[in-house]
Nanobody, 123 residues
């Protein structure tokens, strides 16, 4: 079973940028589709972006499209989320997760989760 660890979250001013990393350990990282999700206090975990096993396909939530970029480097067992033009609504704990399902946006279909990294955007 793949294990995931996120990093890169911190306090940032509105309009700023961050790059989150998700490092995987365990067998065959490239067997899995990878997604990023976020959760603000008192809200449900929501889909942010996902990338296919070979990085040939990516999808984004409407709220982040054009501002965030998801990528992965299978040789380094690492995925990234580049976040630009951040605003206060982007505040939350960001999680990476893997799935073998084709339901990319469905949080319930993801099997392995990291512990999350906190992103706080100050206005």
């Amino acid at each position: 079973q793949v294990r995931l660890m996120e990093s890169g979250g911190r306090l940032v001013q509105a309009g700023g940028s961050l790059r989150l990393s998700c490092v995987a350990s365990g067998p065959r990282f490239d067997n899995y589709l990878l997604g990023w999700f976020r959760q603000a206090p008192g809200t449900e975990r929501e889909f942010v972006a996902a990338i296919s096993r070979t990085a040939a396909s990516v999808i984004y939530a409407d709220s982040v499209r054009g501002r965030f970029t998801i990528s992965r480097d299978n040789a380094e067992n690492t995925a990234y989320l580049q976040m630009n033009a951040l605003n206060s609504e982007d505040t939350g704990v960001y999680f990476c997760a893997t799935t073998e399902s084709t339901s990319w946006r469905d949080v319930s279909r993801y099997d392995n989760w990291g512990q999350g990294t906190q992103v706080t955007v100050s206005s």
